[in-house]
């Protein structure tokens, strides 16, 4: 069993930045974040490797980036130029299949 934790979420301007924090047992997993919007499905944002490969969502190419401090036993994604559309909650995730594991969740808010 793997507990993720999240910090880093609130309000924030559209241009702003923002950095959330995943802590948890991660170093074997390959870590994401997704989000989910009120009223639409999660979707994939950003995810890495245990061996430090990463994917984008096309939506976020260019402002956000995924990193991992294994040592720290965290997760982080760097958010940048936010838009409104950038709204959502935030969660974390640990995946080696077959396990999987979220986090609680984190409230991220742009306003315009």
């Known amino acids: 069993q793997v507990q993720l934790v999240e910090s880093g979420g609130g309000l924030v301007q559209a241009g702003g930045s923002l950095r959330l924090s995943c802590a948890g047992s991660?170093?074997?997993?390959?870590m994401a974040w997704y989000r989910q919007a009120a009223g639409k499905q999660r979707e994939l944002v950003a995810s890495?490797?245990?061996?430090?490969?990463?994917y984008y969502a096309d939506t976020v190419k260019g402002r956000f980036t995924i990193s991992r401090d294994n040592a720290k036993n965290t997760v982080y994604l760097q958010m940048n130029n936010l838009k409104p559309e950038d709204t959502a909650v935030y969660y974390c995730?640990?995946?080696?299949?077959?396990?999987?594991?979220w986090g609680q969740g984190t409230q991220v808010t742009v306003s315009s």
């Open positions: 890495m490797t245990s061996g430090g490969y990463t």
């Open positions: 991660i170093r074997f997993y390959t």
């Open positions: 995730n640990a995946n080696a299949v077959p396990h999987t594991y």
